[in-house]
DNA sequence: GTCTATATTCCGATAGAC
DNA sequence: GTCTATCGGAATATAGAC
């Protein structure tokens, strides 16, 4: 992995760790074992990382969404219920969810890609639900993108949440979204 | 109300405004029209004005509990569902999910005062559930617990998602979920 | 591409006068 | 209870050498 990516990388863990402001460029300079000038080098400002995070992020996205259109609408499902997963395991919340609370603290262009992101997710997840609704995998009364924001919710705030209750509780609300998806 | 109480108000807006990190004593100061170093006198540290503001809302959770003990169960789930309602008008989102993002930046002091605070009002929310489902008014199949937690979600986390999406989603999420309950 | 060095700004916090 | 003044530290960012 080039420097550059492994800001990047490091970046995005930071952001879901700690959020947004407060985490430094020299948080990511220690650990890379480098300059705090050597990271104003790939990134001048830290918008400009929060965008190139932001952009590796919808990259990813959409390798995702490529990389699964011609299997099943469960299978799907799963690929989107995974990545919450993933991040639940490394104890973090997702990107979403911590710069939606920064939202007002960060640039226009950051906020932008921001809301380009967050609706892709739910253009794709109301897709998938959609076709699995069509081929009776998926049972709700809801129209599809709403019953996608309800689960999209569920799983945002499942990592959130379950910081503070219990940890298991991302799992019970993540079974839930699938039992009742099904029924 | 008093400066100490203004203080605490400004300091609630603030976090669900911009985040725990985003905001300084002098944005309060400011607002205030008195220096920093009065801020200072009322709240030694940070985190003391970071439990206090935590503290106050766990009273007003108490008396919101106590102020609705013998209203029938939708009157409760409403008085819940209003603190969203109220918070989404002012463009921000709600303290749990705000100080969630934030919780490893955070004291141990506030964390535990979060974690208190958002147990209190899963607790709350399951038992106007459970006696809402005793009585007939609302269905669901799951625990009341795990139903609790459901909707927490939804709740909390259209706040942050409409930021992105659509405002009007938060109505969307929040009409659903009153629905779903009902059927 | 990475370094040293530094400019600048801001923030949390405190001392001591009024 | 509020003020002036200030300390110490941290963070973003840049200039210029290697």
């Given at each position: 992995?080039?420097?550059?990516?492994e800001?990047?990388?490091l970046?995005?863990q930071l952001?879901?760790d700690?959020g947004?402001?407060?985490?430094s460029?020299y948080?990511?300079?220690?650990?890379l074992?480098?300059?705090?000038?050597?990271?104003?080098?790939?990134?001048p400002?830290?918008?400009d990382l929060?965008?190139s995070?932001?952009?590796?992020?919808?990259?990813?996205?959409?390798e995702l969404?490529?990389?699964t259109a011609?299997?099943?609408?469960?299978?799907?499902?799963?690929?989107?219920l995974s990545?919450?997963t993933?991040?639940k395991s490394e104890?973090?919340?997702?990107?979403v969810g911590?710069?939606?609370?920064?939202?007002?603290?960060v640039d226009?262009k950051m906020?932008?890609?921001l809301k380009?992101?967050?609706?892709?997710?739910?253009?794709w997840?109301?897709?998938i639900?959609?076709?699995g609704r069509?081929?009776k995998?998926?049972a709700f009364q809801?129209s599809?993108?709403t019953?996608?924001?309800?689960?999209?919710?569920?799983m945002?705030?499942?990592?959130q949440?379950?910081?503070?209750?219990?940890?298991?509780?991302f799992?019970?609300?993540q079974?839930?979204?699938?039992k009742d998806?099904k029924?």
């Amino acid at each position: 992995m080039s420097t550059r990516e492994e800001i990047i990388h490091l970046g995005d863990q930071l952001i879901r760790d700690k959020g947004f402001n407060a985490f430094s460029f020299y948080d990511i300079s220690k650990k890379l074992k480098i300059k705090n000038a050597s990271v104003h080098y790939h990134f001048p400002t830290k918008s400009d990382l929060g965008l190139s995070i932001l952009d590796d992020h919808t990259k990813k996205l959409h390798e995702l969404i490529e990389g699964t259109a011609t299997k099943s609408p469960m299978v799907k499902l799963n690929a989107f219920l995974s990545i919450y997963t993933k991040i639940k395991s490394e104890g973090r919340v997702c990107l979403v969810g911590s710069l939606a609370t920064d939202l007002n603290t960060v640039d226009p262009k950051m906020a932008k890609a921001l809301k380009v992101f967050a609706n892709e997710i739910l253009e794709w997840v109301t897709s998938i639900l959609q076709e699995g609704r069509t081929k009776k995998v998926f049972a709700f009364q809801e129209s599809a993108r709403t019953k996608a924001l309800m689960i999209i919710s569920n799983m945002l705030a499942a990592l959130q949440l379950s910081r503070l209750t219990d940890e298991k509780d991302f799992y019970v609300i993540q079974q839930t979204v699938i039992k009742d998806l099904k029924s």
